[in-house]
């Protein structure tokens, strides 16, 4: 393989970061850059989020055994390297820290089994960034691996991956967790939220079950928040580390290339450079008019040339407005959307396009 922008862009990092706004191609990319790393000598672990099932079958990934928990070695032909998949599981992911970070398993359980944590662990928003970043931060530091590749949640807000670090550590800093250890306000025995009257306020808005499982939950973080905060810091350390590529995917359309406009400002100030910019699913280019196609053949082809055109134009404001960022373009790959293709030889011909884009 001749070394190309891709390549080089990743040639010196330990982790890419691959965000976009939502359906731009992030998770497919994602394993795709995988894929050609691993074909090149790297041993790389993606960490995919919510992968459409055929992905998720051809990562091997489609057992509940292989979610959440340690990546599954994909056996790849002719690599070089190795290729490793996991599914980003946020829950287990939780779980997997607060066990780490409890003192005794008795806590752990209780937290564990706590409805305010069950609620936050899953649902609760941006959890699923901070988890991803959790991720990436175990398999940066984890030998099998000199590269990790991490697809993020579908977001309008570059920052809310990149911010996560720092409202887990506001989370752990909230007003809740406040009153419950403050030590001579209140004290740990009399929690409860019908004991104060700024509770009860609370419990008329939340309901006095859910204020109740909150601060139970929050009684229960203690002694676990320092390794947290700790944590948070050293994920964040990772996240802004100069060997972390960040690669911002779009597609030719208007609206996510506005989306990734805004994005790349987003991070750039934030102190992230974007090392690359995919503009992804391109529609090619099918030659110039042949009259001597049927006519309803030839109105569907300028058809496809109008939406290409339409998509070069977007792109060229998107150069334009980001001169020093390196982009490459990758056309729409049939194989991926022909169902009846093998899809870990559809993401080989993905990677091949993504090095031969230059
Ligand atoms: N270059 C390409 N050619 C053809 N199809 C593609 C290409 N890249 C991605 N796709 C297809 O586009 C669809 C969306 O891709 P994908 O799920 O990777 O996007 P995403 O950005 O991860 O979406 P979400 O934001 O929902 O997570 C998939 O069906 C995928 O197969
Ligand atoms: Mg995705």
Do not use: C
């Amino acid at each position: 393989m001749t070394p190309t922008t891709l390549d080089a862009t990743i040639a010196d990092s330990h982790v890419v970061v691959v965000a976009g706004s939502g359906g731009v191609g992030k998770t497919t990319l994602s394993a795709a850059l995988a894929v050609r790393a691993a074909l090149d000598g790297r041993r790389v672990a993606v960490v995919t989020i919510d992968p459409a099932k055929r992905l998720a079958d051809a990562l091997g990934l489609a057992g509940d055994s292989a979610v959440g928990n340690d990546p599954v070695r994909i056996p790849l032909d002719d690599a070089r390297g190795e290729l490793w998949a996991l599914m980003l599981d946020t829950r287990s992911t939780f779980d997997a820290l607060v066990d780490r970070y409890s003192p005794n398993e008795d806590q752990a359980r209780r937290i564990r089994s706590n409805l305010f944590y069950k609620n936050i662990s899953g649902a609760l928003s941006g959890t699923q960034e901070y988890m991803a970043a959790e991720k990436l931060y175990e398999l940066n530091g984890d030998d099998r691996f000199d590269l990790v590749i991490v697809d993020t949640p579908p977001t309008r807000q570059a920052l809310d991956f990149l911010s996560a670090p720092a409202r887990l550590r506001r989370f752990i800093d909230h007003p809740l967790y406040r009153i419950v250890i403050a030590p001579s306000s209140i004290g740990l025995r009399t929690v409860s939220a019908v004991s104060q009257p700024v509770l009860r306020a609370i419990a008329k808005v939340v309901g006095a079950q859910a204020l109740d499982d909150a601060l139970a939950f929050f009684k229960a973080f203690q002694g676990l928040d320092a390794g947290f905060r700790q944590r948070a810091h050293d994920v964040d350390r990772v996240l802004r580390e100069s060997s972390t590529a960040y690669v911002v995917v779009t597609s030719g359309q208007a609206e996510p290339v506005a989306e990734a406009t805004y994005f790349i400002g987003e991070l750039e100030s934030a102190n992230v450079v974007v090392s690359l910019i995919v503009a992804n699913r391109l529609m090619p280019h099918f030659g110039d008019d042949d009259n001597s196609l049927p006519s309803s053949l030839l109105d569907n082809l300028r058809e496809l040339d109008d939406e290409r055109r339409a998509e070069e134009s977007n792109l060229e404001a998107l150069s334009a407005a980001r001169p020093e960022t390196p982009w490459i373009r990758v056309p729409l790959v049939p194989e991926l959307v022909d169902e009846r293709l093998d899809t870990l030889a559809a993401l080989r011909l993905l990677g091949q396009a993504l090095g031969d884009a230059d």
